[in-house]
C-alpha cells in the first residue's frame, strides 16, 4: 500500500509570512498533484508534477517534486487569508492515493 | 477547465432508505470515474473505481452491495447507499479523469449525507 504523510497537519501563521509543507513517501510515484479544498466543497487541482526534480510555479506557489520521486514539497511566500483550505498531495496513475493533508489557516 | 458536477448537493435521509448521487462530468468524456468518502477534518478515502460500460471496481472494505456504482455513460455515474445507517453519514466525492490525459483527475463539489 503506498502511503503519503504530510507535515505539518496543521499549520497557523501570520499573513505575509512564508511557509513550507511537505508530502513524504517510501514508494516512488510517476506523478504527483496537489490540491486545495475548501470547508464543503470538492478538491481543486493547483498542478501536478512529473520529473523527478520538477520545479513548478504557480503566482505565489512553488512545488517541487523530489529528485527520487518519492516527495514532493509547496512553499507559498507571502501567504495571504485567501490560502486558507486543506491541501491535499495525490500521487498514483491509474487511481490516486492522498496524503494525510495539511490544514492552512493564514491570519488576517 | 474540465467541469464535474454533483447532485444532490445535500441529502438527508431516514435509516434504511437508500440515497442515489449522480455524477456528471460536463465539458469531457470521462471513461473512468472515481467516488471518495471523507469524514470530517481527514482526507479523502478511495471508494471505488467506476469504469464506463463495466462493473466498478471496489476498495478493500467497501461493501459494494451497499454502495452500488452505475456508470451507464460516458459522462454519468451514480452511487446509490441502500438502506443507509447513521455511520454513513459522511461527506461524498467523485472524480472524473479526462479521456485525453492519464494522471489528471477533476473532482465534484461533493454530496453531503446525512442519514437520521
Known amino acids: 500500500t503506498q502511503l503519503l504523510e504530510q507535515s505539518p497537519q496543521f499549520l497557523s501563521i501570520q499573513e505575509g509570512e512564508n511557509l513550507t509543507v511537505y508530502c513524504n513517501s517510501s514508494?516512488?510515484?510517476?506523478?504527483l498533484q496537489w490540491y486545495r479544498q475548501e470547508p464543503g466543497e470538492g478538491p481543486v487541482l493547483l498542478v501536478t508534477?512529473?520529473?523527478?526534480?520538477e520545479v513548478k510555479k504557480l503566482k505565489r506557489l512553488t512545488f517541487q517534486f523530489g529528485d527520487a520521486r518519492k516527495d514532493s514539497s509547496l512553499h507559498i511566500t507571502a501567504a495571504q487569508p485567501g490560502d486558507t483550505g486543506l491541501y491535499l498531495c495525490?500521487?498514483?496513475?491509474?487511481?490516486?492515493?492522498f496524503g494525510t493533508g495539511t490544514r492552512l489557516t493564514i491570519i488576517p | 477547465g474540465a467541469v464535474v458536477s454533483q447532485h444532490p448537493s445535500r441529502v438527508i435521509c431516514k435509516s434504511g432508505t437508500s440515497v442515489k448521487i449522480e455524477c456528471r462530468s460536463l465539458?469531457?468524456?470521462?471513461?473512468?470515474m472515481f467516488w471518495y468518502r471523507q469524514f470530517p477534518k481527514k482526507s479523502l478515502m478511495l471508494m471505488a473505481t467506476?469504469?464506463?460500460?463495466?462493473?466498478?471496481?471496489?476498495e478493500q472494505g467497501v461493501e459494494k452491495d451497499k454502495f452500488l456504482i452505475n456508470h451507464a455513460s460516458l459522462t454519468l455515474s451514480t452511487l446509490t447507499v441502500t438502506s443507509a445507517h447513521p455511520e454513513d453519514s459522511s461527506f461524498y466525492i467523485c472524480?472524473?479523469?479526462?479521456?485525453?490525459?492519464?494522471?489528471?483527475?477533476?473532482f465534484g463539489p461533493g454530496t453531503r449525507l446525512t442519514v437520521t
Open positions: 472524480s472524473a479523469r479526462d479521456f485525453g490525459y492519464s494522471y489528471e483527475q477533476y
Open positions: 514508494s516512488v510515484f510517476s506523478s
Open positions: 508534477v512529473v520529473t523527478g526534480g
Open positions: 495525490a500521487g498514483g496513475n491509474e487511481k490516486l492515493t
Open positions: 465539458d469531457f468524456q470521462a471513461t473512468t
Open positions: 467506476s469504469n464506463e460500460g463495466s462493473k466498478a471496481t471496489y
